[in-house]
């Protein structure tokens, strides 16, 4: 029987957060353009809310569903024992707290980001006048940033599960995925061709051979 870990879904989601990077640095230059408009105090919660309350509230009521990439989703009626047994996994209270704690880690590097943010105001093609428009790109990217984060997150807290907790783990029931989490995109039958016990018996012989 292939290990949970070998799930596409995971690493496709766990890779997610390689975008990180790039999404501050989008946030980081919106919030360098012209200078605060309203209190800083102010402008710093807009896009703190704005990016932060949307993805957080998801997670913490009905997390993402991973099963799904690019506007398609695979229909909870098709998802197997083991990847039910993931959504088991993925919405537990520790995922929950995991959560919160990132949550509050990019509030904390948004600040920062709003602190130096006059360093790239040279570099910046807009006008001063473009404050808002400068804000409501730090948001979008904020809020990106915050997705891009929370989701990896949730999947590596399924990573570090140890075979023998993911094997006592109960599949989650198949009619309560709909209500407990959130999909998005056009539900499909399947996404990704299904990778069988023989073609991961070839590549872990394979894998052996090479080192």
């Known amino acids: 029987m ?17 975008t990180l990077p790039i999404l ?27 990016g932060v309350l949307p993805v957080l509230w998801m997670q913490l009521s009905r ?15 098709q ?28 509030v904390g590097l948004l600040w920062l980001l709003y602190r130096t943010a006059p360093i790239a105001a040279n570099v910046i093609p807009l006008p001063p ?5 400068g804000l409501l790109v730090a948001s979008v990217a904020f809020l990106a940033s915050n997705l891009f984060l929370q989701i990896p997150v949730s999947v590596a807290r399924v990573f570090v599960t140890s075979e023998t907790e993911f094997s006592k783990a109960k599949p989650y029931p198949v009619e ?5 989490f959130t999909i998005v995109g056009w539900q499909v039958n399947r996404i ?19 080192e």
Do not use: Y
């Open 79 to 106: 998802l197997d024992e083991q990847q039910r047994k993931v959504l088991r996994l993925i919405r537990t209270t520790a995922n929950r707290l995991l959560a919160m704690v990132a949550a509050v880690l990019l």
């Open 176 to 180: 309560r995925i709909a209500r407990d």
């Open 129 to 133: 006048q473009w404050r808002g428009l």
């Open 24 to 50: 501050l640095q989008l946030c980081w230059l919106g919030l360098a353009v012209g200078d605060p408009i309203l209190p800083v105090w102010l402008e710093f919660s807009i896009v703190a809310a704005i």
């Open 192 to 210: 990704l061709p299904q990778l069988t016990n023989s073609q991961t018996d070839t590549a872990q012989v394979t894998a052996q051979v090479k």
């Open 63 to 77: 997390p993402f569903l991973i099963f799904g990439v690019l506007g398609v989703a695979q229909k909870p009626t």
């Open 2 to 18: 292939q290990s949970f870990r070998s799930e596409p879904f995971l690493w496709i989601h766990l890779a997610g957060l390689a």
